[in-house]
C-alpha cells in the first residue's frame, strides 16, 4: 500500500474548516458501524477529539465550558458548529 500526501490547496482552510471537519469527523466516530477499538478506546479517541476542537475554539476566544457546550449543542441537534455557537451565546 503506498500512501500519498494530497495535493496542497490553493489556500490553506480556515479555522472554521478546520473546526467543521474535526465535528464532522466526531460525527462519523459515532456513526461507525465496524469500530475496531473497544468502547474504552473508542470513547477515549472521541474525548480527544472533542478537547482538541475545544483547544481550537479557545484560539477563536472561546472559554473551554462554552466551546464543549456548543459542540454538544451541535452533536445533538444536528447543527454547524457556527449554529450552535450562535445558540449557546443566545441562550
Known amino acids: 500500500m503506498t500512501i500519498t500526501a494530497p495535493p496542497a490547496a490553493a489556500e490553506p482552510p480556515a479555522s472554521a474548516q478546520i473546526a467543521e471537519n474535526m465535528l464532522n ?6 456513526a461507525a458501524t465496524d469500530r475496531p ?3 474504552d478506546q473508542y470513547d477515549k479517541a472521541a474525548d480527544h477529539l472533542t478537547e482538541s476542537l475545544a483547544a481550537l475554539m479557545y484560539e ?16 445533538t441537534h444536528g447543527t ?9 451565546q443566545i441562550g
Open 25 to 30: 469527523t466526531l460525527r462519523q466516530l459515532a
Open 60 to 75: 477563536a476566544a472561546w472559554p473551554r465550558g462554552m466551546a464543549l457546550d456548543a459542540i454538544h449543542h451541535a452533536l
Open 37 to 39: 477499538l473497544s468502547p
Open 80 to 88: 454547524t458548529l457556527r449554529q450552535a455557537m450562535l445558540a449557546c
